[in-house]
């Protein structure tokens, strides 16, 4: 089957920064978390995607096409969340609603009210008087209404509460179960992403170093703890990332089975996805 989105060798240049041979690709029917820390190129990535960047060199592709080719009729299947929303703070959000809508020729206006309804959103209220979460809130309804087959998102939980954080995201569960074939959304904010993403891709300054299921990972790598004693120069390199205290360690590794073999007593628990995250930064490898 297609893949909905196909990135390959995917370059951009910035004064300070570069996207580097970026690939990725999303599978149909998934949830894919975007990670990296503040100014690892999510943003430009996604910017890219959806033609707001000129990139240099590379390929993207949307549902098998070439978006250098067709970006308007391609862009009217993606649902687009992006940070600064885009609105005009002086509207309501039925004004502004009365904008987005004509852009789109499958606008579904039912689905639009339910989803105001459901988010308890006055679509009289002001965008100036709104406040994150609603805004949030709002550029949501609008992405979801007009049958989007992507949902591309760019940090849509930062600066929400746990309680917004937690009903968007089961919003988007919703939204794959209905009628969504993807949707990739970058974050930083990782433990939201323990629930809900099957797959992963991770970019750190500019480069990818990891696109896997979520669930391969979480299975890949151990935290490990143990005696400081059990450290050597072979035994460090079994970890990705280590920090020796005075007597124990605390590391992450990829390599579990050795690591038992030679430490029998250290302790392995099941790591988080920023344990992993961090782990990978730190060695900096792309795999
Ligand atoms: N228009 C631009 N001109 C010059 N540099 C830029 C431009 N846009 C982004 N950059 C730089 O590119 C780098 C990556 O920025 P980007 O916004 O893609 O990162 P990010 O991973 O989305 O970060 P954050 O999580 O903080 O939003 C940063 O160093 C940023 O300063």
Redesign the pocket.
């Known amino acids: 089957m297609e893949n909905i989105l196909e990135i390959s060798k995917l370059n951009k240049s910035?004064?300070?920064?570069s996207l580097t041979d970026v690939s990725f690709s999303l599978p149909d029917n998934s949830i894919t978390g975007f990670i990296?820390?503040?100014?690892?190129?999510?943003?430009?990535?996604i910017r890219s995607i959806l033609g707001l960047v000129k990139f240099n060199s590379g390929i993207i592709k949307l549902f098998g096409q070439d978006i250098n080719k067709n970006i308007k009729t391609l862009k009217e299947r993606v649902g687009v969340v992006l940070?600064e929303g885009g609105f005009y703070e002086e509207f309501s959000m039925s004004e502004m609603k009365g904008i987005v809508a004509p852009a789109y020729k499958n606008w579904q206006e039912q689905d639009y009210k339910d989803y105001m309804e459901q988010f308890g959103l006055n679509p009289k209220q002001k965008i100036s008087t709104l406040s994150k979460g609603m805004k949030m809130k709002f550029s949501l309804a609008l992405a979801l209404s007009h049958k989007a087959e992507l949902l591309i998102m760019?940090?849509p939980t930062s600066g929400l509460d746990p309680l917004i954080r937690s009903q968007m995201l089961k919003i988007l569960a919703d939204y794959i179960k209905k009628s969504g074939r993807a949707v990739f959304f970058?974050t930083?904010i990782t433990s939201d992403l323990e629930q809900i993403a099957d797959r992963l891709i991770l970019?750190d300054n500019g480069r990818i170093l990891f696109q896997e299921k979520k669930d391969t990972l979480l299975e890949a790598y151990r935290i490990v703890k143990g005696d400081s004693r059990l450290l050597n120069t072979e035994s460090r390199k079994l970890f990705l990332s280590l920090n020796p205290m005075d007597c124990s360690f605390i590391g992450l590794t990829d390599k579990p089975e050795e690591i038992a073999r030679i430490m029998p007593d250290a302790l392995m628990e099941r790591p988080t996805i920023e344990n992993i995250m961090l782990g990978k930064i730190e060695r900096g490898d792309a795999s």
């Open positions: 910035y004064t300070n920064f990296g820390v503040n100014g690892s190129g999510k943003t430009t990535t940070d760019d940090e970058s930083h970019i």
